[in-house]
């Protein structure tokens, strides 16, 4: 043994006590891990549905899949009879409760859309409010693709839509004119929105908009994409929603992507706004299984519970002046949800900067840190992650080539097939982690390699706060927090790593795993590569415990 500066013996010996207590100390540390993946997964879910004999001021799931099952009995696109049946049904419903909807036509004349030519048919209800400042809008769309009944897409926008206005119509008017607006031609290329926003005479006087859309045909609602200097508005969903889901690198990373909804013709049109989605159940997208009995009402019911709630808050707020500054937002522990503006990154950063500089010093002071140690750290790190991903490519490839299209279509779009595969490459990617790490230990101290591994991470969070800010979060605590874990580390015996990095690596856990399942939904395992080296990452801040013993070293330090 050989005291540190501060004149604590560092004990070497990695066995000691019985045998028993080396398991319970392991159980311990995966029950841990486990929590952590748990507390992010909770994250992530639905509200329960609410029956149909609900108080009438509340959103009921079962009452708005009444008028699912109307919607979706069958596909109808654009210009079909199918079409106008659902138009003529959307209009009765509307002038049921009382109010006034109009017909917005408009033509779209050939060749000007590749996928259609014809008359566009928006349906548009304006509700007055007591003292308006600027009209609230809801929106979704009406029609679906020729290949599916449109339950989910966007039945479900337009169903919670009806619920919504009758439960609205319950209580005293909101202070704002509210407008319902269900689009034509959204599968056509966004035409009904698009001629909303240049030929309707209200366009113009919107000060926000809720839009409303799905992907797939359960799983819970995420709040993905605003408008730009979304600061105010964040801050009231926060406060409204009452079981927010939303990220704002999953926003930034949406700006890269070539997809768009109704709400970029809105956002095109000037008009600020929220846009919302669920996306499990990709198999169900544009496809027969897109029906009313394969909807999940627990995805319905958090539509529904988004668009009631936000209409009544943001329908009694002045809506002239809703732009301020980019805000970064996460949720944490289940719903609850964390913001702060965008010019708070810089300071944060900085400080994640100067606390790794700091343990740096602090190491080479306490004699546990080596430069040449902390390079292979930081090689071992970014080893693993090259393996990964070339590995799990490399074995997707494989399969591909071997099951016909069909069959590798259902793995990627079911998620009843897709989890046992997600469990595997979870599997590979955990043991090519212990396999390189545990190999690597025998050269570098367990030290310099969680050291190396909150390089890359260090590197990663400066990266992402200057080009990804919206994602900045996910490296900056998590560093912070392992950072914090490794100094007290230097403190300590050689045996309290696996606590101290397990314990310090919960937050990236939280943070991470939401970002996994998103990935894994919305991108599939078509992307298991990518996918892989995200929960590689969050394997990085506890390769501690994957490190070998310490008696196996050779004494660098003489």
């Known amino acids: 043994m050989k005291p540190n500066y501060y004149g604590t013996p560092i004990r070497t ?4 006590g019985p045998r028993y207590a080396i398991w319970i100390k392991r159980i311990i540390i995966t029950v841990i891990l486990i929590a952590a993946v748990l507390a992010g997964l909770l994250q992530i879910r639905s509200p329960r549905p609410v029956g149909i004999d609900a108080p009438p001021g509340s959103f009921s799931s079962a009452r708005a899949m009444e008028k699912v099952e109307m919607i979706a009995r069958e596909p109808h696109p654009s210009g079909s009879s199918a079409h106008a049946q659902v138009r003529d049904y959307i209009i009765a419903e509307l002038e049921i409760l009382g109010l006034h909807p109009e017909i917005q036509e408009a033509n779209v004349a050939p060749g000007v859309s590749k996928r259609y030519s014809g008359k566009l048919e928006n349906i548009v209800v304006r509700i007055p409010g007591t003292d308006s400042s600027k009209p609230l809008m809801l929106a979704a769309h009406y029609d679906s693709v020729a290949t599916a009944p449109g339950a989910a897409d966007d039945g479900s926008g337009v169903a919670a839509m009806l619920e919504t206005a009758r439960a609205l119509q319950a209580f005293s008017p909101l202070k704002n004119d509210l407008i319902l607006l269900m689009t034509d031609g959204e599968e056509h290329g966004m035409l009904g929105a698009k001629a909303f926003v240049s030929e309707h005479p209200w366009a113009g006087d919107v000060g926000l908009v809720l839009n409303f859309e799905a992907r797939g045909n359960k799983g819970p609602s995420f709040m993905f994409e605003t408008s730009d200097q979304n600061g105010w508005i964040i801050r009231e969903f926060t406060r409204a929603a009452p079981s927010p889901v939303a990220y704002s690198l999953i926003y930034n990373m949406y700006k890269l992507m070539p997809n768009d909804t109704d709400l970029t013709k809105f ?40 668009m009631l709630n936000l209409a009544r808050h943001f329908g009694n707020l002045d809506l002239n002046q809703v732009q301020q500054q980019d805000r970064v937002y996460f949720n944490t522990i289940g719903w609850s949800m964390i913001s702060y503006p965008e010019s708070w990154i810089p300071w944060f950063t900085g400080f994640a900067v100067l606390l790794f500089i700091a343990t740096v010093w602090h190491g080479i002071y306490a004699r546990r840190v080596q430069w040449t140690e902390l390079v292979g750290g930081l090689f071992v790190s970014l080893l693993t992650l090259v393996v990964i991903y070339g590995i799990n490519t490399l074995l997707w490839g494989l399969l591909r080539s071997r099951i016909s299209e069909e069959r590798y279509q259902q793995i990627l779009m079911d998620p009843q097939v897709s989890v046992y595969y997600l469990a595997g490459s979870l599997l590979v990617t955990l043991l090519l982690a212990i396999l390189i790490v545990r190999v690597g230990s025998r050269f570098i101290r367990s030290e310099n390699i969680w050291l190396g591994a909150l390089t890359l991470w260090l590197l990663l969070c400066v990266g992402t706060s200057i080009y990804l800010p919206g994602g900045s979060y996910v490296f900056i605590w998590p560093l912070v927090f392992s950072l914090i874990g490794l100094n007290l580390f230097f403190f300590m015996e050689e045996e309290a790593r696996n606590w101290l990095s397990t314990l310090f690596a919960v937050p990236a856990f939280v943070l991470l795993t939401p970002i996994c399942y998103l990935v894994y939904y919305l991108m599939t395992l078509g992307m298991a590569g990518a996918l892989m080296v995200i929960a590689a990452l969050a394997f990085s801040l506890i390769f501690p415990l994957f490190c070998k013993p310490r008696k196996a070293h050779r004494d660098i330090f003489g």
Do not use: I
Request: negative net charge; hydrophobic residues 30%; without cysteine.
């Open 13 to 16: 010996s990695h066995r000691t």
């Open 267 to 306: 956002k095109d049109g000037g008009m600020p706004g929220l846009n919302f989605a669920f996306g499990v159940g990709l198999n169900a997208y544009h496809t027969e299984l897109d029906t009313a009995a394969n909807l999940d009402p627990s995805s319905l019911q958090h539509q529904g519970d988004y």
